[in-house]
C-alpha cells in the first residue's frame, strides 16, 4: 500500500512530459467516452419525442375531458350542449360528451333513451354512438332508444334527416321513419 503511494507520487512530481502525455490520453479518453455517451442520450431523446409526437397526434381527441350525465330511475334530465343543442334523457339513461366539441363533429356517447334537438352546424357532424351504432344528425330532430341491456336500437326522426350506420349497413331516414337495429343479428 505504501509502495502504492510512492509510486503515485513519483508519477505526478516526476517526468513532466510523461504526466502530460498520460493526461492528453486520459483528457482523449474522457472526451470520446462523454460523445457516446451524449450521444446515446440525444439518440434516446429523439425517438422518445418522435414517439410522443406520434401518439399525441393519434390520440389528440381521445384525451378530451368528458361530461357524464346519469339520469335516476323514474326522473327525466334536460341538458343544453356546449354546440345549444338541446336533449331530454330518460330515466335510466347515461350519456357522455365533450366539455368542448372537437373541430370537426360533436360526438355523444349514449346508453339509454334521448331525444335530441340538434342545433345546426355543417361544419361540424353530430353524431350519438349507441351500442354498435353511430347515428348521424343532418340538423334534426330525432329519438334514438338503446339501453345496453336492450337486444335492439331504435331510431324515430321527427324533422329533417339522420343517417343511421354500423360497420356494414348505412340508413338514411326522412322525418317520420323509424329503424330498429337487433343488436344480436348485427342488421336493421
Request: glycine share 4%; net charge neutral; hydrophobic share 40%.
Amino acid at each position: 500500500h505504501r509502495e502504492r503511494k510512492l509510486f503515485n507520487a513519483m508519477i505526478l512530481i516526476g517526468n513532466p512530459k510523461w504526466t502530460a502525455i498520460n493526461t492528453t490520453k486520459r483528457n482523449r479518453y474522457f472526451i470520446r467516452e462523454f460523445l457516446k455517451i451524449a450521444s446515446v442520450i440525444i439518440i434516446a431523446v429523439s425517438i422518445t419525442a418522435t414517439i410522443f409526437s406520434i401518439t399525441n397526434e393519434h390520440h389528440k381527441h381521445v384525451d378530451i375531458a368528458m361530461q357524464t350525465i346519469i339520469v335516476p330511475a323514474g326522473q327525466r334530465v334536460n341538458i343544453e350542449l356546449p354546440d345549444g343543442s338541446n336533449v331530454w334523457l330518460n330515466a335510466g339513461t347515461q350519456m357522455q360528451y365533450p366539455v368542448s366539441f372537437m373541430e370537426d363533429k360533436r360526438e355523444i356517447i349514449l346508453d339509454g333513451e334521448a331525444y335530441f334537438e340538434v342545433a345546426k352546424n355543417k361544419d361540424k357532424r353530430f353524431i350519438v354512438c349507441c351500442n354498435d351504432l353511430e347515428i348521424e344528425a343532418l340538423g334534426t330532430t330525432f329519438d334514438v332508444k338503446g339501453y345496453c341491456d336492450d337486444h335492439s336500437v331504435t331510431t324515430l326522426l321527427a324533422e329533417g334527416s339522420v343517417k343511421v350506420s354500423n360497420k356494414t349497413d348505412v340508413t338514411l331516414l326522412k322525418p317520420g321513419e323509424k329503424v330498429e337495429y337487433h343488436k344480436n343479428k348485427q342488421t336493421f
